[in-house]
């Protein structure tokens, strides 16, 4: 009796490790595609070949990445784009979550309740409205003009996540700093916002992935190759994907290799935003 | 002089993000519901006006290929399938892991992976992935399965299909990530007192795991399919706009290829505010049936 629960066991342990292993592969191959598409030679891009590590693997498409085009542009661009962004983002959001979740005061509901429903509008609604804005004020072709849409998509989700968060941190210890003699601003500076860092934290690397893996609205307003973003670049590499395919598959494991270390090392606390935003909202 | 200071903090906190919300989301908004009203596209730019509820009235009934019906009647079918997908796949995965197994740090790690890469990237690799000679997806199906290829990109029930698959890779970490934390939450107690009446493993799931996993996920879920629903990025991707000849956009690709690849702005934001209203409609009534579970928490 106590042989069969245990071979039972042993069974069910087995199907586990099978089942993780296969999703595991799925998971890691496309991955392990690029890096095999980055190291093959130039001229046999179109292999019909299944192997990982290609027989005469070579770092020619990452020289030529960096020395025969304009990709450093295109990074300093996205970094550019993505700091301002992501800086004033979190600056603005710090602030406002503040706000709304310490004091009442008039419009407080529509605020929260419109930022809400922001969060509903179909991806291309405001596009569309701001593209036309933009066109209309010359800013079509300049970082300006991406910033100011960027900034739209991520303000909401960021002022409801440090709402969230703030609501977690007792207000007395505000107090006790103001019966010290601190100033309004300074008990939320020096007291609440260090510990909210957490959350800071999370809606400066939300911020930052909207900017930096952004396609659809760069595509449209950045036109000159020069001011191109990360992603606008490495789709042409991809559309010709006979030449180009081994520099598309280089830049894109480069471009994810910072981002993919930061989230999972961010991952425990980006979860728990996400989950608390939506639950509180 | 305190009192009233006291009074005006929040409003100083408040007023840069109010600011830039007002310039970047409300105007445009506002200037959307014109847009919607008026007869502007690349030809009526500077001249245009205001002319009703026209492009409403082309966004229901004027024919067209494909027609508002059979691009809306796929966005349900993309949204449902993902979602599912992504729910099932997750939670299962999520159950394994939370199993007293080694190496459990390293599978979570590896099945996240999926989720942290910049989704365009994600996109353009299964492209490349799907093409008919030389995509390894192809390679694999006839190298070891030794069926003939299939023309992924090609034709649009394939090209769906392939999207489809590359929106379920992408997603069901999320799920699953939410899901183990749901997982992580619930006692072993309630566990221990099945077995003691001999519950069966089916018996347990159902009525401990899914009831107790239940709140945690049903606010994932929603946020899942205005994600899912409101994801122009794989769908534009993958098929390069929407290829074969327009025949594998959702809703919100549809209305990107109005407004920027056929220059109609009036009927391209009467499309968007139909989505949106699509949308708030059915998050208002989601949310409202969920309340009930949210006191839970």
Known sequence: MRNSAKFKKRLADTIAYLILIIFAVIAVYPILQVLSISLRPADRLLSTSLAIIPDDATLAAYQELFTGRPFLLWMRNSILVSFVVTSTGVALAAMAGYAFSRFKFRGKNFGLLSLLVTQMFPATMLLLPMYIMLVKLGLINTFLGVIIIYSSTALPFCIWTMKGYYDTISPSLEEAARIDGCTQFASFYKVVLPLAAPALVIVALFSFMTSWAEYVVAAQVLQDTGLWTLPVGLQTFQANMSTEWGLYAAASLIVSIPVVILFLALSKFLVSGLTLGSVKG | ?297
Do not use: C
């Open chain 2, 1 to 297: 002089m305190l009192e009233r200071n006291r009074k005006l903090f929040p409003y100083v906190l408040i007023l840069p993000a109010a600011l830039v919300m007002i310039g970047v989301v409300f105007y445009p908004f506002i200037f959307n519901v014109i847009l919607s009203l008026s007869n502007m596209s690349l030809r009526n730019f500077r001249e245009w006006q205001i002319i009703g509820f026209d492009q409403y009235y082309k966004v229901f009934f004027e024919p067209s290929e494909p027609s508002f019906y059979t691009v809306f009647f796929k966005t349900i079918i993309w949204t449902v399938v993902n979602v599912t997908f992504h729910v099932v796949i997750g939670v299962m995965l999520a159950m394994l892991l939370n199993r007293q197994i080694k190496g459990k740090s390293v599978f979570r790690t590896l099945l996240i992976l999926p989720w942290a890469i910049p989704q365009y990237i994600v996109a353009l690799t299964w492209r490349g992935m799907f093409n008919y000679e030389y995509g390894s997806i192809n390679l694999m199906i006839t190298h070891y399965l030794g069926l003939p290829a299939v023309e992924w990109l090609r034709s649009p029930t394939e090209a769906f299909i392939a999207v489809i698959i590359t929106n379920i890779w992408l997603g069901f970490p999320f799920m699953m990530v939410i899901a183990l934390g749901g997982l992580q939450s619930i006692s072993h107690e309630y566990y221990e007192a099945a077995d003691i009446d001999g519950a069966s493993a089916w018996q347990k799931f159902r009525n401990i795991t899914v009831p107790l996993l239940r709140p945690v996920m049903i606010p994932a879920i929603t946020l899942g399919i205005i994600w899912t629903f409101n994801n122009i990025n794989v769908i534009w991707l993958v098929t390069n706009g929407g290829e074969p000849a327009d025949q594998t956009h959702i809703l919100v690709s549809y209305v990107y290829r109005a407004a920027f690849g056929l220059y109609r702005y009036g009927y391209a934001a009467a499309l968007s505010m139909v989505i949106f209203f699509i949308l708030l409609i059915f998050s208002l009534t989601f949310m409202k049936r969920s309340q009930a579970t949210r006191s839970a928490y």
